[in-house]
């Protein structure tokens, strides 16, 4: 079988858009230095404290304002319009960076910050004024509306969708993530399972590595672009 990929899934994790100014999860300094996870990542933690959580997603919703795509987000996008074959772009990230990089067709496994979900319909909406303010639904008017991202303990989105891709791939990337996290820390073992070939780009080596053909460390901004050129060369 020639080496030239024909259906890639790419999972992209905080590490994409570091380069941007948006902190990851677990470099010093990060998200989950300055809150527990448990706190403000979890359904547990939302009941305890709505207000804490609620506040959290509306400062990280409002830093988007001042943040651009990187060279990273805009390589992938360049990516999604000339690749020939399939292509299945899968982020674990709740920013809109992909898409403002130039994305179209991205899978928000973990939700999106730019989305409120209603406690009470289950409507989603397109979220419009700060969530600590408790404006209503725009479907049902209650005032429940929460962030639509996946906490801790509660199910990723389109997981069928992405075990379907991964069973197809015949090379499965990973791009600036701690591999920290399931279920997407796993997603390498599956394609790996299916036969796919394995790259990770990352700045340092991740908790996955091993499960790796290939590992590149480095800024995403500058691994992605050159990886990219060297898929549509082929
Ligand atoms: C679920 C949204 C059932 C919210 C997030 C024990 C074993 C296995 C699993 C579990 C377990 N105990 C509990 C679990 C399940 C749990 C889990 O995995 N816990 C972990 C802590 C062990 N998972 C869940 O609960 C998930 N749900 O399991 O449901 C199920 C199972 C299977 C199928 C269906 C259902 C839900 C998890 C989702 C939680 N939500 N985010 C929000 O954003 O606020 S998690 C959050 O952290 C991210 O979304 C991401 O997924 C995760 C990891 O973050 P990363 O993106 O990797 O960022 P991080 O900071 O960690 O790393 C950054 C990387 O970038 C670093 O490696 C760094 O070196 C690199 N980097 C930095 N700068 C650059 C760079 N790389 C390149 N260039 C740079 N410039």
């Not at 902190?23 to 207000?51: I, K, M, Q, S, Y």
């Not at 805009?74 to 994305?103: I, K, M, S």
């Not at 725009?138 to 996946?150: H, K, T």
Request: with cysteine.
């Amino acid at each position: 079988m020639s080496d030239d990929p024909h259906s890639i899934v790419i999972l992209t994790g905080a590490g994409i858009s570091a380069e941007s100014g948006i902190d990851t999860f677990r470099d010093a300094g990060g998200l989950w230095e300055r809150h527990r996870v448990e706190d403000v990542a979890t359904p547990e933690g939302f009941a305890r404290d709505p207000d804490l959580v609620l506040g959290f997603y509306d400062m990280r919703r409002a830093a988007l304002a001042n943040v651009e795509p990187n060279a990273a987000h805009h390589a992938l996008g360049r990516l999604e319009r000339e690749f020939p074959g399939e292509l299945l772009l899968v982020t674990q990230n709740v920013d809109n960076l992909h898409e403002r990089g130039g994305a179209s067709n991205v899978v928000h496994m973990h939700g999106e910050l730019g989305t409120a979900l209603c406690a009470s319909c289950g409507k989603r909406s397109t979220i419009e004024a700060p969530l600590s303010d408790r404006p209503p639904c725009p479907a049902c008017e209650a005032r429940s509306l929460r962030p639509d991202v996946v906490w801790f303990g509660e199910m990723p989105y389109q997981m069928e969708r992405i075990y379907e891709a991964l069973g197809r791939a015949d090379l499965f990337v990973s791009i600036g993530t701690s591999g920290a996290v399931y279920p997407a820390a796993g997603f390498v073992q599956e394609a790996k399972a299916a036969g796919a070939r394995t790259l990770e780009l990352n700045l340092e080596p991740s908790e996955g590595s091993h499960w790796f053909d290939e590992s590149r460390n480095g800024p995403a901004g500058t691994l992605v672009p050159g990886w990219v050129e060297e898929v549509l060369a082929r």
